[in-house]
């Protein structure tokens, strides 16, 4: 079973000419032996830098995110300019030795953890440089294996450097505020029809908010679908069940 893991750089600096590192092609195979990755099993041309660890292989693959790959190298003076666009880097290996295996990491508390890789503010968007692995005695309940589920997203509250990644840590960037008028929109059969209402909360693409009709001061739930926007009706549970099964299916 293939597991993603990636180790992100804290920040990436952009550097001049004069500052470029040394420049690396990346391996045709990528392949790790003992079930660390390193920079010289990903680049030719590694030198010195062959040797610092980007992910550990707990399955007969993985994958890695090719952002946070780049970053790694260019903090150790290595340049690559993936000019293919990659966006991972699949890394093959053989069965690892001592029938490694989660339970038996956890027991030996070095298990794999996403973490924060810097303070962050409550409402600030969450980057893929901000996530890194880290190791733990054991993964806390709602840490996600998948760092798609948190970059992109807002802050509830302020994140601490090193701590671990929890799921509920995050929610949508807000676009739409609080007493703002919005579009409710009702389309069904081919009847449309729509309504300005005032938004009592903040919400994200994708969250149910609660909103005012002016004029009878009566409250419906919509679903947010864009800036100023949202719907109800069939269309708000048709949107509701495929993020569910997109969900499901993380």
């Known amino acids: 079973m293939k597991a993603l893991l990636i180790a992100a750089a804290a920040a990436v600096a952009f550097a001049g000419p004069a500052l470029a590192g040394q420049m690396v092609s990346l391996k045709a195979a990528t392949f790790d032996a003992d079930g660390v990755v390193t920079l010289g099993d990903l680049f030719d041309g590694a030198g010195a830098a062959g040797n610092v660890a980007v992910a550990n292989r707990t399955g007969t693959s993985v994958a890695l995110n090719?952002?946070?790959?780049?970053?790694?190298?260019?903090?150790?003076?290595?340049?690559?300019?993936?000019?293919?666009?990659?966006?991972?880097?699949?890394?093959?290996g053989g069965a690892l030795g001592g029938g490694a295996s989660p339970a038996g990491a956890a027991r030996s508390g070095n298990v794999d953890v996403l973490t924060y890789a810097r303070n962050i503010s409550a409402g600030e968007m969450v980057g893929p440089e901000d996530i890194i692995w880290g190791k733990a005695a054991a993964a806390p309940s709602g840490s996600p294996r998948d760092p798609d589920v948190v970059i992109g997203m807002a802050a509830r509250r302020p994140l601490r450097a090193g701590a671990a990644v929890l799921a509920h840590d995050v929610s949508a960037p807000q676009v739409i505020k609080a007493g703002e008028t919005i579009t409710v929109l009702f389309q069904s059969d081919g009847v449309s029809l729509s309504m300005q209402g005032k938004a009592l909360a903040g919400a994200g693409v994708g969250e149910t908010i609660n909103v005012q009709n002016p004029l009878s001061k009566k409250t419906i739930q919509a679903l947010v679908t864009a800036p100023g926007q949202a719907v109800v009706g069939p269309a708000a549970d048709e949107l509701k069940a495929a993020r569910s099964t997109r969900v499901a299916a993380r």
């Not at 090719?66 to 093959?92: F, Y």
């Open 66 to 92: 090719a952002q946070a790959v780049q970053a790694i190298a260019r903090r150790s003076g290595l340049d690559w300019p993936n000019a293919e666009g990659l966006r991972s880097i699949v890394v093959t």
